[in-house]
């Protein structure tokens, strides 16, 4: 074999290796590419802001079981500051402030998310605080506060509570599908989140009006709303609302400023005191600066503050923050018809509802814990 033979096999030898070398950092480098962006994606995955959220609620979660009540805060103000519409996180951190005993700190959380959200299991959850403290309250009475009581002046209202009514109804009994049925609105069957508008929707003189139900809390949650139409968006103006479950049953009323084609209440067969009008005529109806004179100033955490005072209903408790005013009558052995009562009747006053950008909304309301029909 001639010298210059020799010298290309021993160059082709040399090429081949190379190419081969060459072939294996490139497969090489191409899983560990792979491998990379399967890791970035992991990590965007992992970091979005639902599970964040998620991640953030289940800590504060854990420190609640472990008693560590001011962490478990500290995680829930995380979880808000990632959603500040999480009802969970809410909920969580208004029960660390239960454990540690700051009954003001607990409704103060949860008026906030209710504002922010307007969710039905806050609401709930301040009324059963709300009933539950003034229990407490009732019980741990000496004598000389009773017959403080008895010779308190009873601040009165323009208004009966019964005469808060739709179609004829009042808020004492739930009479979805009789309401229904004086609409005209046909009743959503459907107790999912599918349900089929054309078979649970009218369009009469009274309005555009829709039918919903659904479960929830161990029961069924039942809306009867009159939904107003613009280039962009449809909202209810009015809802009428019923949730019936073992332990309690509310009946609403709701109305927003905002509406046009149903603002004839008279028309709509709806009567409840002053819905419309300035602050200042709001304040008169209740009479909020008689409440404010005559009954019992407490403070709460953060500069807000309420008051209790006796009515020819039972005793009451007016409260106002920024954007919202509340009151609730706590009505004991409350006898309607055949029916007795024990639960909250309330009055709420929103500037802007939820941060719904709806405008000011009013909303009457009776909840009922035991005794319901």
Known sequence: MTKERKTEEKFAKESDTFRAYAGKKRMIFAVFTVILLALIAGIGIYNTPANRLARQIDLGRKYLEKENYEQAVIEFDKAIAIDPMSVDAYLGKADAYIAMGDVNMALQTLEEGYSRTGSESIKKRIEEISLQTAGEAELSRGPEEEDAEETADIIDFTFELSDITIMGYDLFTAHYEEVCAAYGCPIDTDSGRGRDLENSSVMNEYGDLQSDVSSEDGGEQKFLSFYQHTETVSYPAISYSNQISDNHMLVNISIYSSFDRVSDLESCKIHVPAPTGTYEDWC???????????????????????????????????????????????????????????????????????????GESWTYGMRCFTGHS
């Open 284 to 358: 008169s109806m209740l009479p909020v600066q008689e409440i404010k004179a005559n009954g019992t100033r407490q403070e709460q955490e953060g500069g807000e503050a309420y008051w209790e005072f006796p009515t020819k209903w039972g005793q009451a408790r007016y409260m106002e923050g920024e954007g919202y005013a509340r009151l609730e009558i706590y009505l004991n052995n409350w006898t309607v018809g055949e029916n007795d009562y024990n639960g909250i009747f309330s009055i709420d006053r929103y500037v802007d509802f939820g941060g719904t950008g709806l």
